[in-house]
């Protein structure tokens, strides 16, 4: 049975992933399944069948026949361009797939990648709060951006503005506690007792 993975050693694999890949070269034809292979395993996804690689999509743009570079349904879509190719012609690709797969495939976020650059867009987020991007070398410092891979849910509850409304005296109170216990001021007791 396999074990969960904690955020520890998705950051140790994702390490790793950064190590190998920094100095390659960053070739679409020739790397792009490696490299999201190895990006994937470090998030626990070893099984060569979680994600389907190459798959047939028309494009809604031009009506042709294209490729998702891989997809896993439901979850994430990977379109991935040479070092140094634009990530938004890529994202706009991949956006441009998407009309093409039913509802149980298609993916809640879109991964893109030029081996140097990763950018996740989030299709259910806020504008605003919808794309992270950052180099390859920062991709342990961004594993709870992509700890989505291994299971891990982000959950909201209200809006972002009640969920301020509702934190702001809970995060006070916090703050009061551990000021108090700097002082050598035991309490327990919380705002709403």
């Known amino acids: ?86 990530l938004n012609a890529a994202e706009a690709q991949a956006l441009d797939y998407m009309e093409d797969l039913g509802d149980i495939e298609r993916p809640s976020r879109v991964i893109t990648s030029d081996f140097k650059t990763i950018r996740i867009l989030d299709i259910e987020a806020e504008d605003g709060a919808d794309t992270v991007q950052f180099p390859l070398e920062e991709l342990p410092l961004h594993a709870e951006d992509l700890a989505f891979l291994a299971g891990f849910q982000t959950r909201s509850f209200g809006s972002r503005e009640q969920e301020r409304h509702l934190l702001g005296p809970l995060k006070s109170w916090v703050g009061c506690m551990r000021s108090l216990r700097r002082l050598g001021i035991q309490s327990t007791s919380p705002p709403y007792s």
């Open 1 to 86: 049975m396999a074990t969960a993975l904690s955020l520890d050693e998705i950051r140790r694999r994702c390490t790793k992933v950064v190590a190998d890949w920094a100095d390659e070269p960053g070739d679409e034809r020739q790397q792009a399944q490696s490299f999201i292979r190895d990006l994937l395993g470090a998030f626990g996804i070893t099984q060569t069948k979680a994600a389907l690689y190459e798959k047939r999509a028309k494009r809604t743009s031009t009506g042709r026949q294209g490729f998702i570079d891989a997809l896993i349904p439901g979850l994430a879509l990977f379109e991935m361009k040479s070092a140094g190719r634009d």
